[in-house]
């Protein structure tokens, strides 16, 4: 006579398993359309955001920039970063920029950025927030938001270079 083993002993410990394998996090509706590993169409993972960049930058004009480095981030590996920036300034010297990560495979991270600058003894401290609006690749539809914190220093007239973290949570 064979008996029937509890499927409850298994189940859960697939689910410890499967939930401390990561700090991820599956968000999305429902659907009857799978995808492969079991995912809906409409399936997004809320997975951390967060690396250093090293970057360089050059006026462009009096209040624009055109920023290049790389970057060490969580999920996209060694990227490079392509950004844009118009300075506004003022009493606060506000600035905004739209960037493109690239990660090592050609997937591309699409952001907007809006923070300030303030002097330092060495150049200025920056402080802002990062947000992703899509992309290419496995970052097509990418939403979040990271804190974004460095600081940057001028090497020439219109030159200068920086470094910056990012820290906080990606959708894709």
């Known amino acids: 006579m064979r008996t029937i083993r509890s499927l409850a002993a298994p189940a859960t410990f697939i689910a410890f398993t499967l939930a401390g394998c990561s700090g991820d996090r599956v968000t999305g509706s429902p659907s ?3 995808q492969p590993h079991g995912l809906s169409a409409s399936t997004t993972i809320e997975r951390p955001w967060k690396g250093d960049c090293n970057v360089d930058a050059v006026f462009t004009s009096p209040t624009t920039l055109l920023i290049t480095g790389t970057c060490q981030l969580a999920h996209l590996g060694r990227t490079s970063v392509v950004a844009y920036q118009t300075i506004v300034p003022g009493p606060t010297i506000a600035y905004t920029n739209t960037a493109i990560y690239t990660a090592a495979n050609g997937d591309q991270l699409r952001t907007t950025n809006v923070g300030t600058a303030s002097p330092s003894p060495t150049g200025l401290s920056l402080s802002g927030t990062e947000t992703a609006v899509g992309g290419t690749g496995r970052f097509e539809g ?12 001028f090497t020439g007239p219109v030159t200068t270079t920086g470094s910056y973290s990012l820290s906080g949570r ?3």
């Open 170 to 172: 990606l959708d894709y």
């Open 142 to 153: 990418a939403s979040g938001t990271a804190t974004l914190t460095g600081a940057v220093r």
């Open 32 to 34: 009857h359309s799978l």
